[in-house]
């Protein structure tokens, strides 16, 4: 169960390293992306088709171009990463509090 939460956010940090690459030089393609972040033309398409479904980004001939939503999303990502902190934070604490009542 837990396995499958890490991959999602290690899926997570590469959607959101490849917005970045996007906001920073846009209009780029699928190639340029590649190149710029080492990562292979599935891995960069996969992100990029599902960044556009969240609507930050969107197709134009010469590449992918970001929306608004993007630089909103960036714009709060520290706070949004630390909500899910404070909540993992809490599921840990009630876990040790559950092993301590245990001993």
Do not use: C, W
């Not at 390293?17 to 990562?39: F, N």
């Not at 033309?41 to 960044?51: A, D, G």
């Amino acid at each position: 169960m837990l396995n499958k939460i890490r991959v999602e956010i290690e899926l997570l940090g590469r959607h959101i390293e490849v917005l970045d690459a996007v906001v920073e030089h846009q209009p780029i393609g699928i190639i340029k992306l590649s190149e710029l972040l080492s990562l292979p033309f599935h891995r960069i398409r996969y992100s990029l088709r599902v960044l556009e479904q969240y609507g930050y980004i969107r197709a134009s001939p010469t590449g992918a171009v970001a929306t608004p939503d993007a630089g909103e999303l960036l714009h709060h990502l520290d706070e949004s990463l630390d909500e899910l902190i404070r909540l993992l934070d809490s599921i840990k604490k009630n876990n040790q509090m559950r092993a301590d009542k245990g001993k």
